[in-house]
């Protein structure tokens, strides 16, 4: 991990020595008392660690903190429920990407045995959204919903939120022919703020007519990454790169 990320309740307490963090401290970053290390409050501002005191109730630690990251990119993700493995990949990958929210809906074609995954009932997502958010050296963690419908999150989005969804049948036209620079006309509000982009991804088994219909109906063009079928996580990872790419953030 580049930074190491703490709630608020854990800075005034000893860490445990079993903690992740703490073997991460002493093992692989070799620090001892009075050696600093790259910290960060989930969702707030990053600083510096240091470690005061090796006790066998834990480690002692203090902080000090300076500015608070940039926000993410309005960037939101709509996914079709995948197996728990791909939802893990998504999870810590796009946050590492830097997206703002990412919600895992229920399709008609897919499998809803997923949602009742442990990865969803034992509160397992989290981590995934910790651990890509200490490699990205960052403190912030997108929203993250799952189980809803479609329709709902749909009807949630900003209304200016530019639209893609991304289908192998029904597109016309690649992701990467759209017009998306950071000061392309329609990328940006009446204030010069970076509109928001909604990007939908379909289930394994592709999206159903009537999910087709429900997306057209909200303003989403279909658009595709190419002629190759790519798997979910990796169709992820690469939408978000052009986007970004084609914003002038990466």
Same mark, same amino acid.
Request: proline share 7%; charged share 20%.
């Given at each position: 991990m580049n930074l190491i990320l703490f709630t608020p309740g854990e800075i005034a307490r000893p860490l445990p020595c079993d903690d992740r963090r703490a073997v991460? &401290?002493? *093992? #692989?970053?070799? @620090?001892r008392e009075g050696g600093a290390f790259d910290?960060?409050?989930?969702?707030?501002?990053?600083?510096?660690?240091? $470690?005061?005191? &090796?006790?066998? +109730? =834990?480690? /002692?630690?203090?902080?000090?903190?300076?500015? !608070?990251?940039?926000?993410?990119d309005p960037l939101i993700l709509i996914a079709g429920l995948p @197996?728990? *493995?791909t939802a @893990?990949?998504?999870? @810590?990958?796009? /946050?590492?990407?830097?997206?703002a929210a990412i919600h895992f809906v229920v399709t008609e074609k897919g499998e809803r045995s997923y949602a009742d995954s442990t990865l969803w009932t034992s509160g397992e997502w989290q981590r995934h959204l910790v651990a890509g958010a200490e490699q990205a050296f960052d403190t912030r963690l997108p929203e993250v919903t799952h189980g809803r419908l $479609? &329709? +709902?999150?749909v009807a949630a989005l900003p209304p200016d939120a530019v639209r893609f969804a991304l289908d192998n049948y029904e597109a016309s036209a690649p992701l990467s022919a759209q017009a998306?620079?950071?000061?392309?006309?329609?990328?940006q509000d009446e204030n010069n703020a970076m509109r928001a982009i909604a990007l939908a991804f379909g289930p394994e088994r592709g999206w159903s007519n009537v999910e087709r219909a429900t997306l057209r109906g909200a303003?989403?063009?279909? #658009?595709?990454? =190419?002629?190759?079928?790519?798997?979910? !996580? /990796?169709a992820v990872t690469a939408a978000i790169a052009l986007i970004k790419g084609k914003r002038g953030l990466m």
């Amino acid at each position: 991990m580049n930074l190491i990320l703490f709630t608020p309740g854990e800075i005034a307490r000893p860490l445990p020595c079993d903690d992740r963090r703490a073997v991460h &401290i002493l *093992q #692989v970053l070799r @620090r001892r008392e009075g050696g600093a290390f790259d910290a960060g409050l989930i969702n707030g501002p990053r600083g510096k660690g240091t $470690l005061t005191a &090796i006790r066998p +109730e =834990g480690l /002692t630690l203090s902080f000090a903190w300076g500015a !608070e990251p940039p926000p993410p990119d309005p960037l939101i993700l709509i996914a079709g429920l995948p @197996r728990p *493995q791909t939802a @893990r990949d998504i999870l @810590r990958d796009a /946050t590492s990407l830097g997206v703002a929210a990412i919600h895992f809906v229920v399709t008609e074609k897919g499998e809803r045995s997923y949602a009742d995954s442990t990865l969803w009932t034992s509160g397992e997502w989290q981590r995934h959204l910790v651990a890509g958010a200490e490699q990205a050296f960052d403190t912030r963690l997108p929203e993250v919903t799952h189980g809803r419908l $479609l &329709i +709902e999150v749909v009807a949630a989005l900003p209304p200016d939120a530019v639209r893609f969804a991304l289908d192998n049948y029904e597109a016309s036209a690649p992701l990467s022919a759209q017009a998306l620079s950071a000061g392309a006309p329609g990328c940006q509000d009446e204030n010069n703020a970076m509109r928001a982009i909604a990007l939908a991804f379909g289930p394994e088994r592709g999206w159903s007519n009537v999910e087709r219909a429900t997306l057209r109906g909200a303003g989403f063009a279909f #658009v595709h990454l =190419g002629a190759r079928v790519l798997r979910v !996580e /990796t169709a992820v990872t690469a939408a978000i790169a052009l986007i970004k790419g084609k914003r002038g953030l990466m």
